[in-house]
């Protein structure tokens, strides 16, 4: 049951990834966050008073708002990077951080990484500078879009970090996800706000018609990676968290798949490389020991 769960987190947080660059290149990455998080809470909101899950409230829901503060930020970054540049590069890069940040708390709880971790970190960064695209001919991905995919990569490694100390049962989980997206959208709500009022547009040309058609795909966005969320708790739960971290990292190679599959992606084959390592480094850093 672990590989089952954690392959559907896979799919789902892979998916989601593809859908919320689509959008971002039709909307302001901003108006995708608070839209795709607020249709998220309101499912969420819904599962917390079925099970009871608010009964499990306490001080450790802090953590959530944290996560609640940086998500909106991380996903901002994410989302902008997939419209920038190759979904078959930015994803991989991203994965990274669902696993440096984790592996860095615990080695400032004390912990040692293991031989496999410390060649992951060495594959991982050589991936990083190789995805950019050296210009060995053509263009090299912008800058932009790599530190955008960086920052990115930090904040879902600490926000999973923070949900891991949000919750410890599965009711739980669900009251720290709720916390977690509706400051998402008081977060990203007031940044969209602010960029309305120095004049950039919530919306594109068509206005709450556009937004309207798009909404089926805004919902499956927020709740496939609300989703995800429970699969990959599913999966630590019923077997080793080692096996569902591997095999819940590969999400990149669905968003890769799905970018080659609908928008006929292609890369250059030093990107691909380089894409390729940071996944491989990613496996490596959750699988060691």
Partial sequence: MTAVFALATSLLWGLADFGGGLLTRRFQALTVVVVSQTLAAVVLGAIVVATGGWREAGPQLWFAVGAGVVGPAAMLCFY??????????????????????????????????????????????????????????????????????????????AVMALIAEASTTVTGLFLALFVQRVC??????????????????????????????????????????????????????HGPVTMAAVLASLYPVVTALAALGVLKERMRAIQTAGASLALVGSVLLASGG
């Fill in 80 to 157: 902008r990077a997939l419209a920038l540049g190759p979904m078959g590069v930015v994803s991989p890069l991203a994965a990274l951080g669902t696993v440096l940040v984790p592996l860095g708390v615990g080695i400032v709880a004390g912990e040692r990484p293991g031989l496999l971790q410390a060649a992951g970190m060495v594959v991982a960064v050589v991936g990083v500078l190789l995805a950019g695209g050296p210009k060995v001919s053509g263009a090299s991905i912008a800058r932009q879009t790599i530190v955008l995919t960086l920052v990115s990569a930090l904040g879902f490694g």
């Fill in 184 to 237: 998402n959208v008081a977060v990203g709500g007031a940044a969209l706000y602010a960029s309305v009022r120095r004049g950039t547009p919530a919306l594109p040309e068509g206005g709450f018609a556009a937004l309207k058609g798009s909404l089926p795909m805004l919902a499956f966005v927020g709740i496939a990676d609300v989703a995800a969320n429970g699969t990959y708790s599913l999966a630590a739960q």
